[in-house]
């Protein structure tokens, strides 16, 4: 890992949990992932990558896809045993090398707010 998400990873995982509201702009974000997923059927497997405190997930819930069939990453260890306790599958792992999860593995992957925060945001694409 490089030192600019070395970096990246150290703020987050000091963060509070539960933190990243984005105020007012939240719900801009939140209406086109709405606006995305009302089409796609309940029971697929959905990855979130960058997944911090579980935010996108429980709108997931909350649009009727199945907990079990979301799996939560993020390179924050703080994060991911927040959500573990709530009974998500969650893994830490960095968006730039996501080896453990096989290609063609999930249905849809969703990833909010977190290539930014990157040294070679494209690199998270592959
Ligand atoms: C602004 S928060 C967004 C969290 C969540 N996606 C949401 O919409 O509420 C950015 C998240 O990306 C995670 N993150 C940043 N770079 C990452 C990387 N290389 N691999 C995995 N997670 C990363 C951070 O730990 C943090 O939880």
Partial sequence: MDNI??????LYDTCRVG??????QREIYENFLIDFLKDIPKDILIYDIGCGSGYCAQLYIKRGFQKEKI??????????????????????????????IADGSADVVICNGVLHHNSDPLKGFW
């Fill in 5 to 10: 998400t070395q970096w990246a990873q150290e």
């Fill in 71 to 100: 799996y939560c990453v993020d390179f924050s260890p703080q994060n991911i045993a927040f959500l573990k306790q709530q009974g998500f599958h969650a893994s830490v792992g960095d968006i730039l090398d996501l080896n453990e």
């Fill in 19 to 24: 933190h990243y509201s984005y105020g007012d």
